[in-house]
């Protein structure tokens, strides 16, 4: 159960912020080339960042091609495909490849399925794949079989379930390493890592800043690692404005009054 706090949580100027981007930082559509971010959202990751020695990073499951097309015209260390690419605040990247032979047959199995199973759509990520079901919920179990015997047949991939969509990826990435990654380097090294996330793909975002003694987000319902939540990404969007550190304590007492608590921590 979650417990309402009439106070949102004091952070300070020592944090590691990590954000997902579908589901928490834009709200999911009904296809992913419709998502965005809205220009003053943007603005306000840049700002945190400034003020945080440029301890941001988004971490999604969506590729780095389109991370950074979607934060244009900034430029933050990301970590895509659930933690399969990264790149660190330096532009050095980091990726994990699989073998040509293996990705193509497996997307010649997966096209040939999904043939039959009209609504249903096949995103293939260089190395990974995403079966999506928005527009076809009737798929699921199916294309949950598929992806099944998929990740049985190679055992180098494994299976991600999250909103409406099944991520097959190279097995060993998820995105609490991802972000254990990004603590071993500057800037993050010494902070508090913060993750805000939303689906089922960021519970092992959850679990590795938990184990950090850092703070983990969960944005809407549902059964979580995290231990703090925000109800939707429109209150995700108000907690960005709000975010003040110490020195600022008194226009935050003030806020509260005017009626800004979205806060509620899991117990």
């Known amino acids: 159960m979650t417990d309402l706090l009439t106070v949102s949580p004091e952070l300070s100027a020592n944090h590691a912020w990590f954000f997902d981007l579908d589901g928490t930082l834009a709200e999911i559509k009904p296809h992913p080339d419709q998502v965005e971010?809205?220009?003053?959202?943007?603005?306000l990751l840049h700002r945190l960042a400034?003020?945080?020695?440029?301890?941001?990073?988004?971490?999604s499951g969506r590729s780095m091609v389109e991370l950074d097309a979607l934060t244009t015209p900034f430029r933050f260390p990301l970590a895509g495909v659930h933690g399969a690419e990264r790149r660190d605040i330096h532009g050095q990247t980091h990726i994990v490849t699989l073998p040509q032979t293996l990705k193509r047959d497996v997307y010649s199995q997966l096209s040939a399925a999904l043939e039959n199973l009209p609504g249903a759509e096949l995103e293939s990520k260089n190395m990974a794949f995403a079966l999506h079901y928005r527009q076809a919920p009737q798929h699921e179990a199916t294309l949950l079989m598929l992806a099944k015997r998929i990740t049985a047949r190679w055992p180098q991939l494994a299976?991600?379930?999250?909103?409406?969509?099944?991520?097959?990826?190279?097995?060993?990435?998820?995105?609490?390493?991802?972000?254990?990654?990004?603590?071993q380097e500057a800037p993050f090294a010494g902070r508090i890592p913060l993750f805000v996330g939303?689906?089922?793909?960021?519970?092992?975002?959850?679990?590795?800043?938990?184990?950090?003694?850092?703070?983990?987000?969960?944005?809407?319902c549902g059964e979580t690692l995290a231990t703090w939540r925000l109800a939707s990404v429109p209150d995700v969007w108000r907690w960005l404005k709000q975010i003040h550190y110490p020195q600022q304590k008194q226009k935050s007492a003030s806020d509260r009054r005017d009626g800004y608590e979205s806060f509620s921590r899991s117990i």
């Open 159 to 183: 299976l991600q379930p999250g909103k409406c969509v099944l991520e097959i990826k190279p097995r060993g990435t998820d995105k609490g390493e991802a972000i254990a990654a990004f603590m």
């Open 198 to 220: 939303d689906d089922l793909t960021d519970e092992a975002g959850f679990a590795a800043v938990n184990r950090a003694g850092g703070m983990s987000i969960k944005v809407g």
């Open 50 to 59: 400034m003020q945080n020695g440029g301890a941001l990073a988004l971490i």
């Open 37 to 43: 971010i809205p220009d003053a959202v943007l603005q």
